[in-house]
Nanobody, 112 residues
Framework: QVQLVESGGGLVQPGGSLRLSCAASGSPFNSYPMRWYRQAPGKERDFVAYISNAGGTRNYADSVKGRFTISRDNAKNTVYLQMDNLKPEDTAIYYC?????WGQGTQVTVSS
């Protein structure tokens, strides 16, 4: 079982940036791919980004393509989500996921 802990959320103005982190423990980190999801109030949880176990393959939801970048540091057992040019519609709780494990989420609010 993998344990995941997200951090880095907060309040940011439109056009600003945040970097989310997700620290993993409990299983060899470089053995599995990682994903970020988000859930806005009253909406379903949606896919945001994917990175393969070695980092060679990355995929993004159309809504964040060109603004968000997923990366990972296998030596630190951590996956990141760099979010630039944030928009109010990016406001959500952001979760990392791997295999069947989810983190607890971190709140991102984009507002002036």
């Amino acid at each position: 079982q993998v344990q995941l802990v997200e951090s880095g959320g907060g309040l940011v103005q439109p056009g600003g940036s945040l970097r989310l982190s997700c620290a993993a423990s409990g299983s060899p980190f470089n053995s599995y791919p990682m994903r970020w999801y988000r859930q806005a109030p009253g909406k379903e949880r949606d896919f945001v980004a994917y990175i393969s176990n070695a980092g060679g393959t990355r995929n993004y939801a159309d809504s964040v393509k060109g603004r968000f970048t997923i990366s990972r540091d296998n030596a630190k057992n951590t996956v990141y989500l760099q979010m630039d040019n944030l928009k109010p519609e990016d406001t959500a709780i952001y979760y990392c996921k791997t295999l069947s494990s989810w983190g607890q989420g971190t709140q991102v609010t984009v507002s002036s």
